[in-house]
């Protein structure tokens, strides 16, 4: 497990409340005022659910959890949820009825998501993260005992008011009773929550806003207890499109399906009209130093300094410093300006499937038609006039001889980088021949 990075709040802010109105974490609150009080006053217990509808979270999800961060050095305790019952139902998109998964794979997803919240929340101290499954509290319910006890604080209309039940019930499809009856299942949890450990805040996204509600109103009427929710904004792309599993273009937190240098390559490339923003989400650089890098932006965007900062910090937290080193010593390497032997091969993989140009081959592969497959060059004879040139390379060792294979320039015996001139790459992989040999 990544040991959990070193970080603090912004001493600029001394209420947790202003530092999140600063980063622009808060979208959408109960009540401001109220929220502010409590959040500068004595320690309270707060929650917010993460569905097991993937074996991962992604950076939808991290941006939840970094809040989560933020009001845990602040001295509060969080209770980090994994819906074992709610990702058997699934949360109604605005668009068409999820599909549902076997109980089993839920079931491991719910493992694999708690290991990984722990790696951004502490553990130890005096407010420990504490992991809940609220499958724990729904699978002794009966049907009569929900409706008894809970469904009847529900008003049909409001429940059909909700965006996604309202979006759902103007298309075609419209929306089965178990996703519609969501709302009242994460109204369920935060009650519970109350009820066992004096939870009064749940956190989520903005398009959460709906189920978060219906957990306070479902407190005040059956408790008589005004407890509170925050809603934060949803995190877009420069084109205001949404990272998340749902848009197709997630990004995930397991190193397995996002890699350190893809995830540094991620944060690296993004727009100057975002970045800023970004930084203020994503990492705990005190506002005096965004404030430099927003300025640095400005002055100097050609020196994508903020992007840079961005990358390191937020690949940093996300996958430990070590890893990082590795991604940016990467990074450097593949332009020539550090030494691909030197990386690990993970590193070095991930590296090489960044490329836009691709090829296959086998250990003994001729560096000539490896040129032309890639693309590097449109013809044989182009190719062996750009080696006579001296702007060939393999693994950044110059080609000078037109009949040079890949043997013996493999990295762990399997991956090189080809490169014509200074800047056009491709990745070769030799691997699958590379094993048969």
């Known amino acids: 497990m990544t040991e959990l990075a070193p970080i603090q709040l912004d001493p600029a802010f001394p209420n947790v409340w202003d530092e999140l109105q600063y980063r622009g974490s808060v979208h959408v609150s109960t009540d401001p005022e109220a929220l502010r009080f409590l959040l500068g006053g004595a320690p309270i217990t707060f929650y917010c659910g993460f569905d097991p509808t993937a074996?991962?979270?992604?950076?939808?999800?991290?941006?939840?959890?970094?809040?989560?961060?933020?009001?845990?050095?602040?001295?509060?305790?969080?209770?980090?949820l994994v819906g074992g019952s709610t990702g058997l139902i699934g949360d109604p998109k605005p668009t068409a009825e999820r599909q549902l998964n076997d109980r089993e794979t839920v079931a491991e997803w719910v493992t694999y998501l708690g290991e990984q919240m722990l790696r951004f929340l502490s553990a130890e101290g005096d407010n420990p993260v504490e992991l809940v499954n609220n499958l724990d509290w729904t699978a002794p319910m009966s049907t009569v005992d929900f409706l008894r006890?809970?469904?009847?604080?529900?008003?049909?209309?409001?429940?059909?008011?909700?965006?996604?039940?309202?979006?759902?019930?103007?298309?075609?499809?419209?929306?089965?009773?178990?996703?519609?009856?969501?709302?009242?299942?994460?109204?369920?949890d935060f009650r519970e929550l109350f009820l066992r450990y004096g939870c009064i805040m749940q956190l989520g996204g903005s398009d959460q806003w709906g189920n978060l509600t219906a957990g306070t109103e479902l407190i005040r009427k059956a408790e008589g207890v005004h407890a509170h929710a925050l809603g934060s904004p949803l995190v877009t792309d420069a084109d205001g499109k949404k990272f998340g599993k749902s848009e197709g273009n997630a990004?995930?937190?397991?190193?397995?399906?996002?890699?350190?240098?893809?995830?540094y390559q991620f944060?690296?490339?993004?727009d100057d009209a975002i970045v800023v923003q970004l930084l203020k989400t994503?990492?705990?650089?005190?506002?005096?130093?965004?404030?430099?890098?927003?300025?640095?932006?400005?002055?100097?965007?050609?020196r994508r300094e903020a992007q840079k900062e961005l990358a390191l910090q937020a690949t940093s937290f996300i996958h430990g410093e070590p890893a990082t080193q590795q991604a940016i010593a990467a990074s450097h390497a593949l332009f020539g300006a550090g030494d691909l032997q030197a990386l690990g091969e993970d590193t070095l993989a991930a590296a090489v499937a960044s490329l836009d140009k691709q090829a296959t081959a086998t250990p003994d592969a001729p560096v000539l038609q490896l040129l032309q497959e890639t693309g590097l060059v449109d013809s044989l004879s182009d190719a062996r006039r750009a080696i006579a040139q001296g702007g060939v390379s393999v693994n950044n060792q110059r080609i000078d001889?037109?009949?040079?294979?890949?043997?013996?320039?493999?990295?762990?015996?399997?991956?090189?980088?080809?490169?014509?001139g200074k800047k056009t790459l491709a990745g070769v992989d030799a691997g699958l021949d590379a094993a048969r040999a």
Not at 69 to 74: F, G, I, T, V, Y
Not at 160 to 176: F, H, P, T
Not at 267 to 270: E, P
């Open 55 to 80: 074996p991962s979270l992604h950076l939808g999800n991290l941006a939840q959890l970094i809040i989560m961060r933020r009001l845990q050095l602040a001295g509060h305790r969080p209770l980090a």
């Open 149 to 188: 006890e809970i469904g009847k604080h529900f008003r049909v209309g409001t429940m059909l008011r909700k965006d996604a039940v309202a979006s759902r019930m103007e298309s075609e499809e419209g929306i089965s009773y178990a996703e519609f009856s969501y709302q009242v299942l994460q109204g369920l």
């Open 251 to 263: 990004v995930w937190l397991d190193p397995q399906l996002t890699t350190p240098y893809a995830m």
């Open 282 to 302: 994503f990492t705990f650089l005190p506002s005096s130093r965004i404030e430099e890098l927003a300025q640095a932006t400005a002055d100097a965007p050609f």
């Open 267 to 270: 944060w690296l490339n993004q």
């Open 401 to 420: 001889d037109p009949a040079a294979t890949l043997e013996g320039r493999l990295l762990h015996g399997r991956y090189a980088v080809l490169r014509r």
